[in-house]
């Protein structure tokens, strides 16, 4: 298995975790926001560890904003990381794949990404690119052989959402995520969506006309 973050020292400590139960994780320093360099990396990873089978895109960050911060640093960072990021990589490993006629990708969305969401102007934006990007692609992916997946998660514990300093509904651990996400791996699903009273939640709010929408959201959030 390979591993690719931006920093070492976590990099390190994974790989090191990895080793002490057996297992074996090559840890790579990389950018998923260089474009050229993620493409070096795809290149690099086929021809010296073999053809990649499964790609996890698991980029994203997120900047708390505000209507006073639309088209600031936050908000352009968060588009570079989740949209850009992600892309930077699909393209290389579609390249790498399509010739064998096989291989899956999977794309950290959110259920943030189903419809706007107060403080998350930039984040909502950015995640519902991603699945509509996922969506357009899964028409051509699926004609060469290649298995695109959207993986959308609610709030999980992490390093990312303990700098949230709002309630967050349905909270479930890492590991718990991590072990869903694998089973969604296996079953082949387009989605792989998570835990399942916010996933429908949310999907039942982003049924309803827009005056419902924002009224139930404010009320909830209380924003």
């Known amino acids: 298995m390979v591993a690719v973050a931006r920093r070492a020292s976590e990099?390190?400590?994974?790989?090191?975790a990895a080793a002490e139960k057996g297992g074996t994780i090559i840890a790579i320093q990389g950018d998923v926001t260089d474009r050229y360099a993620m493409k070096a990396l795809?290149?690099?990873?086929?021809?010296s560890y073999g053809p990649i089978a499964l790609a996890f895109l698991n980029v994203g960050t997120f900047f708390p904003d505000s209507e006073d911060d639309i088209g600031g640093d936050g908000f352009r960072k968060t588009f570079d990381v989740n949209v850009n990021g992600a892309i930077n990589l699909i393209g290389p490993l579609v390249r790498a794949m399509k010739p064998r006629g096989r291989g899956q990708i999977a794309v950290n969305g959110s259920v943030a990404g189903y419809g706007g969401l107060p403080r998350a102007i930039a984040y909502s934006a950015s995640k519902a690119a991603l699945i509509a990007m996922c969506e357009a692609l899964k028409f051509d992916l699926d004609k060469i052989g290649i298995t695109i997946q959207l993986v959308s998660p609610g709030f999980v514990k992490t390093p990312l959402t303990a700098k949230n300093d709002f309630p967050m509904p349905f909270l479930i651990p890492v590991e718990e995520a991590g072990v869903r996400i694998v089973e969604g791996f296996e079953t082949g699903g387009f989605e792989i969506a998570f835990p399942r009273r916010m996933v429908w939640m949310l999907k039942a709010l982003n049924m309803l006309p827009y005056g419902a929408y924002f009224w139930l959201v404010s009320k909830t959030t209380g924003r």
């Open 11 to 16: 990099l390190a400590a994974l790989a090191g």
């Open 42 to 47: 795809v290149e690099n990873v086929e021809q």
